[in-house]
C-alpha cells in the first residue's frame, strides 16, 4: 500500500516542478500544433522516463498478432473501427504493467485474454528510461523492455530485459520497483481510463463515485488509508503503555516491599556468629568421639591374634586322622584291584561264550521258521486237492442232472430282481434329497444359535450392568461414605448431566488422609470388587478450608464455573475436584450454539480451558466433542424415581431375556429334530444301498450261471495230477527242513552249557570282591568324616583370621576417618578445642539455633536472595518506567506529527480542490459554458453543475440534465482539470468522444491537445474510432490505424482453429 506513495513522495525536483509549471498564455494556446515549425522553436522537451515505445500482442484475446505499434513521445492516436484491437492494446498495457484482470473490466480471470485454442499469449512493452532520472541505466540501458507471457491456466509471467535484449530479472517485484520508481499506477484513471471506468465514476449519478474518482486520481485516498493505519497503531501502543503503567504500580510497590527488606538483614548476624562457634566445637567434638572408638577397637585385636593358637592346633590332629585313612584306603583299594583284573580276565571269554550261544540260538530259530513254512505251504496244497477232487464229483453230479426247468426259472428272478433294484434306486435318490434338506437345515440353526448365543451374552452383561446400578442406587439411599459423588449437590439440576460428564470416574471416587487409610481402604474393596475396575482413590492432606482460586479461576457474569454449579460441605472434595480435574477453569453452558459462540470466539474468557453443555458435550476452542451419556446417573434430584427407572428398565430386560431364551430353546428343538430326521435318513439310505448291493450280486450271479460241459472236467483232472507231484516235492523239502532244525537246536544246547559255566566261576569271583567294598566303603567314610572336622577347624581358623583382618580394617578406616575429621576440624577451627560437651548436645543446640535462624530468615528470605530480588525488582521497575516514559514520547511525538500531516493532507485537498475547479472553469469557458464544482470533503460528494447556454441567459444545472454531448464534453473538462493536477508520466484515454457531436469532439480535441502542447513532457494516447484527418500535420503527433477487422465469415467459429 506504501510502495507507491513512497515513491511520489520522494520525487525528484524535476517532477516537482512540471507539477507547478504555469499553463501556456492565450497568445501561446493559438499556436499549438499549428505546424512543425512553429512546434520545434515553441518547445521541443519530450519525456525521457517512464513513457512507452511500442507494445506488440501475441494470441491475446480474439487477436492473433497485433503490432508491435511505435508510439510518438507526446500524442498518439490509436483509431480504427470496432474490433480493430483498440481495446486489445489497452487491456494489454493494464495486464503487462501488473494490473489485474478485474482492473480491464475484460475478464474476471487472466486466462480470459488466451486466444481460443491457444497454449498462451505474449505481450510485450518497451517503456523509455533516459536522463538523470533513469531506473538502474547501468543495467538497462536507456529502454527497459517488459515481456509478460500469459498461460492457458492463467499463470503470469515476466522477463525484463535491457535495451540491448540481455534478461536483466523474471521477479515481479523488479516490475513493481520500476514501476513505482516511473510514477506508473495502471490502476489510477488518471494513468489509463478505459471505457467501463469512465461509465461508473465520470458518467455515474452518483455525487459520491466522482469524489471516489477524484480521490483516487490525486491517490489522497491513499495517504487517508496509511494515515488511519497510523492511528490504528498510535491506539495499539496507547493501549500497550497503560497495561505498563498498571504493571509499573506492582513493580513500585514490590520495587519498595524488598527494599524494605533488604534493610532489615542486620539482626542476624549476631545468631550467625553463634552459630560458627557451635559449629566449631562440634568439629572437635566429633574428632574426640572417634578417638574413643578407636581404642576399644585396638585391645579387641589384640586379644583375638592370642587365641588363634588353639585354632592351629585342632586342624593339625585332625590332618593326621585324615594321613591314616587315606592309608587304609590305599591298601583295600589295592586288594580290590587284583579281584578286579581277575574278573576283567574272564569277561572277554564270558562275552565269547555268550555271542556264541546267541549265534546258535539265531540259527535254531531260523531253522524252526523255514520248517513252519514248509508246513503251512504241504498243509494249503493238500487242502486245494481236496477242494479240486469236490470241485470235480459235484461237476459230474450236475451233468447228469441238467433239467431245461432251471433255466426258465432263473430268467423269472432276473426279472424280479431287476425290478425291485429300480424301485431301490428311486428310493435312495428321493432319500439323497432329504438328506441335503436336512443338513441345510441343520446348518442354519447352528448358525441362528451362534448368533442368539453372542445376543444372550451381550442381555446377560446389559442386564447385569442395571442390577449392579440398581444396586448401588438403592445402597445410595443410607450409604453417605465420602465418594465424591454423594458429597456434591447441584444448585442447578439442569446442569446434572454436563457436571457428570466432566467429573466421569471422579463421581464414584473414594479420597483418603493418608497411605494407610488408602490400604485399609484397599482391604474392604477387595471384599466387594473381586473382579472388575475399582473406584479411584485419592490420597491428599485433609484440610478445613478450600483453596483461594480467585487469581486462575473464570470469571464469567453469564456462565458459571463448575465449582460455582456445585455445592459441596466438605472442603476436602472441593480440593480434590480443583486439583484433579480443574474445576474452576471450566464453564457450564446450556445452549450448545452459545457454548461454541464463547469458546470458540477470539475474545474467550481468560483462564477458560473448556465447557461443558447442558446435553454434556465437551467444548474446546478448536475442537468439539459430543456426549454418548444421555441421562444423570448420580446428580439426578430424586433417587427414588431413578430407582423406578432402574427397576422398570430391569424387568424389560429380564422380560426380553426369558422370550430370547424360549426362541433358543424352539430353535434348539428343531434343530434336534432336524438330526433324528437326517439320521434316519440316513439309515434308509444305508439299507437301500445294502439291498441294492445285494440284489445285484444275486443277479450278477445268476447272469454268470452256465450251462455245464462234459469238455470241463479235462482241464480239472490235470491241475489235479500236477497238484499231486507238487505235493510230493514239498513233503520232501518239510523232511530235509526237520532234520536240520534238530542240528541247529544240538548245536545252541552246548554252546549254551558252555557260557552257563563260564559265568558260574566270573560271580564266584565277584563274591570276594564284596567284603572288599564294604571296607572300601567304611573307610571312605571315615576318611570323609576326618577331611569335615578338618575343613571345619581350617573354616573356623579363616573366620577368625578374617575377622582380625576385618577388624584391622576398620581400625585402619577409624585412622583415616580420624585423620580426616582432624583435618576438617582444623580447617573450621586451625586451634583445637577442648570440648567437653558430646556432640549431640551440641547438635540439638545447632538444630535449634539454625531452626530458628531459618525461621527468621524465612520471615525475610535468605540473604543473597533479598539482596538478588532486590536488585531485580530495581532493575525490572527501572526498565518499564523508561519503556513508558519512551513510548509516552514516541505517542506524543506521533500526535504532532499527524496532527502537522492532517492539516497538511486538509491544506493539499483543499488546494488540489481550488485548482481542479480553476481548470475545470478555464476548460468550460473555451466553449462559453460556466460551471460549478462543489466539494464536500465532509460527506466525501462531488457536485457538478454546468450551464451550457450565454452568459446569464440559462440557470446552472445538474450534469444529468445535459445533452449526450455536452455531458461528454463536461466529462472531458473534468477529466483534463484532474490531468492538471495529478501526476504520471503518460495518461491513456478510450473512446473519449463517443457521445459527442462533431462540434464538441472538435472543441474536445483542441483543449486535450493544447494541453498536450503544454506538457510535451508526458505522453498522450488517446484510442478512438473516428478517423482523425483534421489533426494537423506534426512530428509530436503519431497516429496509428488499426486494420478492420475479418467480417467475411457469417459466425464466430468457437472451438476451431484457422489453419493459417
Same mark, same amino acid.
Given at each position: 500500500?506504501?510502495k507507491?506513495k513512497?515513491s511520489?513522495s520522494?520525487?525528484?525536483?524535476d517532477?516537482r516542478?512540471?507539477?507547478?509549471?504555469?499553463?501556456?498564455?492565450?497568445?501561446d494556446?493559438?499556436?499549438?500544433?499549428?505546424?512543425?515549425?512553429g512546434?520545434?522553436?515553441?518547445?521541443?522537451?519530450?519525456?525521457?522516463?517512464g513513457?512507452?515505445?511500442?507494445?506488440?500482442?501475441?494470441?491475446f484475446?480474439?487477436?492473433?498478432? &497485433?503490432g508491435?505499434?511505435?508510439?510518438?513521445?507526446?500524442?498518439?492516436f490509436?483509431?480504427g473501427?470496432?474490433?480493430?484491437g483498440?481495446?486489445?492494446?489497452?487491456?494489454?498495457?493494464?495486464?503487462?504493467l501488473?494490473?489485474?484482470?478485474?482492473?480491464?473490466?475484460?475478464?474476471?480471470?487472466?486466462?480470459?485474454?488466451?486466444?481460443?485454442?491457444?497454449?498462451?499469449?505474449?505481450?510485450?512493452?518497451?517503456?523509455?528510461?533516459?536522463g538523470?532520472?533513469?531506473?538502474?541505466?547501468?543495467? *538497462?540501458g536507456?529502454?527497459?523492455?517488459?515481456d509478460?507471457?500469459?498461460s492457458?491456466e492463467g499463470?503470469?509471467?515476466?522477463k525484463?530485459?535491457?535495451?540491448?535484449?540481455?534478461?536483466?530479472?523474471?521477479?515481479?517485484?523488479?516490475?513493481?520497483?520500476?514501476?513505482?520508481?516511473f510514477n506508473?499506477?495502471?490502476?489510477?484513471?488518471?494513468?489509463?481510463?478505459?471505457q467501463?471506468?469512465?461509465?461508473?465514476?465520470l458518467?455515474?449519478?452518483?455525487?459520491?463515485?466522482k469524489?471516489?474518482?477524484f480521490?483516487?486520481?490525486?491517490?489522497?485516498?491513499?495517504m487517508?488509508?496509511?494515515?488511519?493505519?497510523?492511528?490504528?497503531?498510535?491506539?495499539?501502543?496507547q493501549?500497550?503503555?497503560e497495561?505498563h503503567r498498571?504493571?509499573l504500580?506492582?513493580?513500585?510497590?514490590?520495587?519498595?516491599?524488598?527494599?524494605?527488606?533488604?534493610?532489615s538483614?542486620?539482626?542476624?548476624?549476631?545468631?550467625?556468629?553463634?552459630?560458627d562457634?557451635?559449629?566449631?566445637?562440634?568439629?572437635?567434638?566429633?574428632?574426640?568421639e572417634?578417638?574413643?572408638?578407636?581404642?576399644?577397637?585396638?585391645?579387641?585385636?589384640?586379644?583375638?591374634?592370642?587365641?588363634?593358637?588353639k585354632?592351629?592346633?585342632?586342624?593339625?590332629e585332625?590332618?593326621?586322622k585324615?594321613?591314616e585313612?587315606?592309608?587304609?584306603?590305599?591298601?583295600?583299594?589295592?586288594?580290590?584291584?587284583?579281584?578286579?583284573?581277575?574278573?576283567?580276565?574272564?569277561?572277554?571269554?564270558?562275552?565269547?561264550?555268550?555271542s556264541?550261544?546267541?549265534?546258535?540260538?539265531?540259527?535254531?530259530?531260523?531253522?524252526?521258521?523255514?520248517?513252519?513254512?514248509k508246513?503251512?505251504?504241504?498243509?494249503?496244497?493238500?487242502?486245494?486237492?481236496?477242494?479240486?477232487?469236490?470241485?470235480?464229483r459235484?461237476?459230474?453230479?450236475s451233468?447228469?442232472?441238467?433239467?431245461?426247468?432251471?433255466?426258465?426259472?432263473r430268467?423269472?428272478?432276473?426279472?424280479?430282481?431287476?425290478?425291485?433294484l429300480?424301485?431301490?434306486?428311486?428310493?435312495?435318490?428321493?432319500l439323497?434329497?432329504?438328506?441335503?434338506? *436336512?443338513?441345510?437345515a441343520?446348518?442354519?440353526?447352528?448358525?441362528?444359535?451362534?448368533?442368539?448365543?453372542?445376543?444372550?451374552?451381550?442381555?446377560?452383561?446389559?442386564?447385569?450392568?442395571?442390577?449392579?446400578?440398581?444396586?448401588?442406587?438403592?445402597s445410595?439411599?443410607?450409604?453417605?461414605?465420602c465418594?465424591?459423588?454423594?458429597?456434591?449437590r447441584l444448585?442447578?439440576?439442569?446442569?446434572?448431566?454436563?457436571?457428570e460428564?466432566?467429573?466421569k470416574?471422579l463421581?464414584?471416587a473414594?479420597?483418603c488422609?493418608?497411605h494407610?487409610?488408602?490400604?485399609?481402604?484397599?482391604r474392604?474393596?477387595?471384599?466387594?470388587?473381586q473382579q472388575?475396575?475399582r473406584?479411584?482413590i485419592?490420597?491428599s492432606?485433609?484440610?478445613?478450608t478450600?483453596?483461594d482460586?480467585?487469581?486462575?479461576?473464570?470469571?464469567h457474569d453469564?456462565?458459571?464455573?463448575?465449582?460455582?454449579?456445585?455445592?459441596?460441605?466438605?472442603?476436602?472434595?472441593?480440593?480434590?475436584?480443583?486439583?484433579?480435574?480443574?474445576?474452576?477453569t471450566?464453564?457450564?453452558?446450556?445452549?450448545?450454539k452459545?457454548?461454541?459462540?464463547?469458546?470458540q470466539?477470539?475474545?474467550?474468557?481468560?483462564n477458560?480451558?473448556?465447557?461443558?453443555t447442558?446435553?454434556g458435550?465437551?467444548?474446546?476452542?478448536?475442537r468439539?466433542?459430543?456426549?454418548e451419556q444421555?441421562?444423570?446417573?448420580?446428580l439426578?434430584?430424586?433417587?427414588?424415581?431413578e430407582?423406578?427407572?432402574?427397576?422398570?428398565a430391569?424387568?424389560?430386560?429380564?422380560?426380553h431375556?426369558d422370550?430370547?431364551?424360549?426362541d433358543?430353546?424352539?430353535?434348539?428343538?428343531?434343530?434336534?429334530q432336524?438330526?433324528?430326521?437326517?439320521?434316519?435318513?440316513?439309515?434308509?439310505?444305508?439299507k437301500?444301498?445294502?439291498?441294492c448291493?445285494k440284489?445285484?450280486?444275486?443277479?450278477?450271479e445268476?447272469?454268470?450261471?452256465e450251462?455245464?460241459q462234459?469238455?470241463?472236467?479235462?482241464?480239472?483232472?490235470?491241475?489235479?495230477?500236477?497238484l499231486?507231484?507238487?505235493?510230493?516235492?514239498?513233503?520232501?523239502?518239510?523232511?530235509?527242513?526237520?532234520?536240520?532244525?534238530?542240528?541247529?537246536?544240538?548245536?545252541?544246547?552246548?554252546?549254551?552249557?558252555?557260557?552257563r559255566?563260564?559265568?558260574?566261576?566270573?560271580?564266584?569271583?565277584a563274591?570276594?570282591a564284596e567284603?572288599?567294598?564294604?571296607?572300601?566303603?567304611?573307610s571312605?567314610e571315615?576318611?570323609?568324616?576326618?577331611?569335615?572336622?578338618?575343613?571345619?577347624?581350617?573354616?573356623?581358623?579363616?573366620?577368625?583370621?578374617?575377622?582380625?583382618?576385618?577388624?584391622?580394617?576398620?581400625?585402619?578406616?577409624?585412622?583415616?576417618? &580420624?585423620?580426616?575429621?582432624i583435618?576438617k576440624?582444623?580447617?573450621?577451627?586451625?586451634?583445637?578445642l577442648d570440648?567437653?560437651?558430646t556432640?549431640?548436645?551440641?547438635?540439638s543446640?545447632?538444630?535449634?539455633?539454625?531452626h530458628?535462624?531459618?525461621?527468621?530468615?524465612?520471615?525475610?528470605?535468605?540473604?543473597?536472595?533479598?539482596?538478588?530480588?532486590?536488585h531485580?525488582?530495581?532493575?525490572?521497575f527501572?526498565?518499564?518506567?523508561r519503556?513508558?516514559?519512551?513510548?509516552?514520547?514516541?505517542?506524543?511525538?506521533?500526535?504532532?506529527?499527524?496532527?502537522?500531516?492532517?492539516?497538511?493532507y486538509?491544506?493539499?485537498?483543499m488546494?488540489?480542490?481550488?485548482r481542479?475547479?480553476?481548470?475545470f472553469?478555464?476548460m468550460?469557458?473555451?466553449r462559453?459554458?460556466?460551471?460549478?464544482m462543489?466539494?464536500?470533503?465532509?460527506?466525501?460528494?462531488?457536485?457538478?453543475?454546468?450551464?451550457p447556454?450565454?452568459?446569464?441567459?440559462?440557470?446552472?444545472?445538474?450534469?444529468?440534465?445535459?445533452?449526450g454531448?455536452e455531458?461528454?464534453?463536461?466529462?472531458?473538462?473534468?477529466?483534463?482539470?484532474?490531468?492538471?493536477?495529478?501526476?504520471?508520466?503518460?495518461?491513456?484515454?478510450?473512446?473519449?468522444?463517443?457521445?459527442m457531436?462533431m462540434v464538441?469532439?472538435?472543441?474536445?480535441m483542441?483543449?486535450?491537445l493544447?494541453?498536450?502542447a503544454?506538457q510535451?513532457?508526458?505522453?498522450?494516447?488517446?484510442?478512438t474510432?473516428?478517423?482523425?484527418s483534421s489533426?494537423?500535420d506534426?512530428?509530436?503527433?503519431?497516429?496509428?490505424?488499426?486494420?478492420?477487422?475479418?467480417r467475411?465469415?457469417?459466425a464466430?467459429p468457437?472451438g476451431?482453429?484457422?489453419?493459417?
Amino acid at each position: 500500500m506504501s510502495k507507491r506513495k513512497s515513491s511520489n513522495s520522494g520525487q525528484t525536483p524535476d517532477k516537482r516542478s512540471r507539477l507547478s509549471q504555469p499553463e501556456p498564455s492565450e497568445e501561446d494556446e493559438t499556436g499549438y500544433f499549428s505546424s512543425g515549425e512553429g512546434l520545434s522553436t515553441s518547445q521541443s522537451v519530450t519525456g525521457e522516463v517512464g513513457i512507452i515505445e511500442s507494445i506488440s500482442l501475441k494470441n491475446f484475446m480474439c487477436h492473433s498478432m &497485433l503490432g508491435p505499434f511505435a508510439f510518438g513521445p507526446n500524442v498518439n492516436f490509436v483509431v480504427g473501427n470496432n474490433g480493430s484491437g483498440k481495446s486489445a492494446v489497452l487491456t494489454a498495457l493494464i495486464v503487462a504493467l501488473g494490473g489485474k484482470a478485474l482492473t480491464t473490466n475484460r475478464g474476471s480471470s487472466l486466462k480470459g485474454f488466451v486466444k481460443e485454442g491457444e497454449s498462451s499469449a505474449d505481450v510485450s512493452i518497451t517503456l523509455r528510461n533516459r536522463g538523470r532520472d533513469a531506473y538502474k541505466p547501468e543495467v *538497462f540501458g536507456q529502454s527497459i523492455t517488459v515481456d509478460l507471457r500469459i498461460s492457458s491456466e492463467g499463470i503470469r509471467t515476466y522477463k525484463l530485459r535491457s535495451k540491448t535484449g540481455h534478461l536483466v530479472s523474471s521477479k515481479k517485484e523488479e516490475l513493481i520497483s520500476i514501476l513505482d520508481h516511473f510514477n506508473i499506477q495502471v490502476d489510477n484513471p488518471v494513468s489509463i481510463l478505459t471505457q467501463e471506468m469512465s461509465k461508473h465514476f465520470l458518467h455515474s449519478k452518483g455525487e459520491g463515485d466522482k469524489y471516489k474518482f477524484f480521490m483516487k486520481a490525486t491517490q489522497l485516498d491513499q495517504m487517508k488509508e496509511d494515515y488511519s493505519y497510523i492511528m490504528k497503531t498510535k491506539t495499539m501502543t496507547q493501549n500497550t503503555v497503560e497495561k505498563h503503567r498498571e504493571t509499573l504500580q506492582e513493580l513500585k510497590r514490590k520495587y519498595h516491599e524488598k527494599e524494605e527488606r533488604y534493610k532489615s538483614l542486620a539482626s542476624l548476624d549476631e545468631m550467625q556468629k553463634k552459630l560458627d562457634e557451635l559449629k566449631n566445637q562440634m568439629a572437635w567434638a566429633l574428632v574426640a568421639e572417634v578417638e574413643q572408638e578407636v581404642k576399644p577397637m585396638r585391645e579387641r585385636i589384640t586379644a583375638e591374634e592370642r587365641s588363634t593358637v588353639k585354632y592351629d592346633q585342632k586342624v593339625e590332629e585332625w590332618e593326621g586322622k585324615v594321613q591314616e585313612a587315606n592309608r587304609i584306603l590305599g591298601q583295600l583299594q589295592d586288594q580290590l584291584e587284583g579281584v578286579t583284573q581277575r574278573m576283567q580276565q574272564l569277561q572277554p571269554q564270558c562275552a565269547e561264550l555268550k555271542s556264541r550261544a546267541q549265534a546258535r540260538n539265531r540259527d535254531l530259530k531260523a531253522a524252526e521258521a523255514g520248517l513252519h513254512r514248509k508246513k503251512t505251504n504241504l498243509r494249503d496244497l493238500e487242502k486245494d486237492k481236496d477242494q479240486l477232487n469236490k470241485r470235480i464229483r459235484e461237476l459230474k453230479h450236475s451233468i447228469s442232472q441238467t433239467n431245461s426247468a432251471d433255466t426258465h426259472a432263473r430268467v423269472e428272478k432276473m426279472n424280479h430282481i431287476q425290478a425291485e433294484l429300480e424301485q431301490l434306486h428311486f428310493q435312495d435318490s428321493t432319500l439323497t434329497q432329504q438328506i441335503d434338506q *436336512f443338513k441345510q437345515a441343520c446348518a442354519a440353526a447352528k448358525d441362528r444359535l451362534g448368533k442368539m448365543s453372542l445376543e444372550k451374552q451381550d442381555l446377560l452383561r446389559a442386564l447385569e450392568s442395571k442390577r449392579r446400578d440398581l444396586a448401588a442406587m438403592e445402597s445410595s439411599r443410607d450409604n453417605r461414605l465420602c465418594r465424591f459423588g454423594f458429597c456434591i449437590r447441584l444448585r442447578d439440576p439442569e446442569l446434572g448431566l454436563a457436571v457428570e460428564c466432566c467429573l466421569k470416574a471422579l463421581m464414584l471416587a473414594f479420597c483418603c488422609d493418608n497411605h494407610a487409610d488408602e490400604r485399609e481402604l484397599q482391604r474392604i474393596m477387595s471384599r466387594h470388587f473381586q473382579q472388575g475396575r475399582r473406584p479411584q482413590i485419592i490420597v491428599s492432606k485433609f484440610t478445613n478450608t478450600v483453596y483461594d482460586v480467585r487469581g486462575r479461576a473464570v470469571d464469567h457474569d453469564d456462565y458459571p464455573t463448575v465449582l460455582k454449579a456445585l455445592e459441596i460441605e466438605n472442603p476436602v472434595v472441593a480440593n480434590c475436584l480443583i486439583d484433579m480435574r480443574g474445576i474452576e477453569t471450566i464453564l457450564l453452558i446450556k445452549n450448545a450454539k452459545d457454548a461454541r459462540r464463547v469458546m470458540q470466539s477470539e475474545a474467550r474468557p481468560r483462564n477458560c480451558r473448556e465447557a461443558f453443555t447442558r446435553e454434556g458435550d465437551q467444548v474446546y476452542y478448536n475442537r468439539y466433542y459430543s456426549s454418548e451419556q444421555n441421562r444423570a446417573l448420580y446428580l439426578s434430584g430424586d433417587v427414588e424415581e431413578e430407582i423406578r427407572h432402574l427397576q422398570s428398565a430391569l424387568h424389560a430386560q429380564r422380560t426380553h431375556l426369558d422370550r430370547f431364551q424360549q426362541d433358543m430353546q424352539q430353535v434348539t428343538e428343531d434343530e434336534k429334530q432336524n438330526q433324528i430326521l437326517l439320521r434316519r435318513a440316513y439309515e434308509d439310505s444305508k439299507k437301500a444301498q445294502e439291498c441294492c448291493r445285494k440284489l445285484q450280486a444275486e443277479l450278477t450271479e445268476l447272469q454268470n450261471v452256465e450251462e455245464p460241459q462234459s469238455e470241463d472236467l479235462k482241464p480239472l483232472e490235470e491241475e489235479l495230477e500236477e497238484l499231486s507231484s507238487r505235493i510230493s516235492v514239498c513233503r520232501e523239502e518239510f523232511e530235509a527242513a526237520r532234520n536240520q532244525m534238530l542240528t541247529h537246536k544240538r548245536e545252541y544246547e552246548e554252546a549254551e552249557q558252555l557260557s552257563r559255566q563260564q559265568r558260574e566261576a566270573f560271580n564266584s569271583i565277584a563274591e570276594e570282591a564284596e567284603p572288599i567294598k564294604e571296607q572300601l566303603s567304611n573307610s571312605d567314610e571315615e576318611l570323609a568324616r576326618s577331611k569335615h572336622h578338618k575343613k571345619h577347624y581350617e573354616e573356623k581358623r579363616k573366620a577368625h583370621v578374617d575377622m582380625i583382618e576385618t577388624l584391622k580394617k576398620n581400625l585402619y578406616e577409624k585412622d583415616q576417618l &580420624l585423620q580426616a575429621s582432624i583435618a576438617k576440624a582444623a580447617e573450621i577451627c586451625p586451634e583445637r578445642l577442648d570440648v567437653r560437651r558430646t556432640a549431640k548436645s551440641l547438635d540439638s543446640e545447632i538444630s535449634r539455633l539454625r531452626h530458628k535462624l531459618n525461621t527468621q530468615q524465612d520471615q525475610q528470605g535468605q540473604r543473597d536472595t533479598i539482596v538478588r530480588q532486590f536488585h531485580e525488582a530495581k532493575e525490572n521497575f527501572n526498565n518499564i518506567a523508561r519503556q513508558v516514559k519512551g513510548l509516552e514520547a514516541f505517542i506524543r511525538q506521533l500526535t504532532e506529527i499527524m496532527n502537522t500531516r492532517h492539516y497538511v493532507y486538509s491544506e493539499l485537498r483543499m488546494y488540489l480542490s481550488v485548482r481542479c475547479k480553476y481548470y475545470f472553469d478555464s476548460m468550460l469557458s473555451q466553449r462559453g459554458y460556466i460551471g460549478k464544482m462543489t466539494f464536500d470533503h465532509k460527506n466525501e460528494t462531488l457536485s457538478i453543475s454546468v450551464q451550457p447556454g450565454e452568459g446569464g441567459k440559462a440557470s446552472l444545472s445538474d450534469m444529468r440534465s445535459l445533452s449526450g454531448g455536452e455531458r461528454s464534453f463536461s466529462t472531458v473538462c473534468f477529466v483534463l482539470s484532474l490531468w492538471a493536477i495529478a501526476e504520471a508520466p503518460f495518461r491513456a484515454l478510450d473512446e473519449f468522444d463517443v457521445y459527442m457531436d462533431m462540434v464538441n469532439r472538435r472543441i474536445s480535441m483542441d483543449m486535450m491537445l493544447k494541453i498536450a502542447a503544454s506538457q510535451r513532457y508526458r505522453q498522450f494516447i488517446f484510442l478512438t474510432p473516428q478517423s482523425m484527418s483534421s489533426l494537423p500535420d506534426n512530428r509530436l503527433i503519431h497516429i496509428l490505424r488499426l486494420s478492420d477487422p475479418d467480417r467475411s465469415q457469417s459466425a464466430i467459429p468457437f472451438g476451431q482453429r484457422n489453419p493459417e
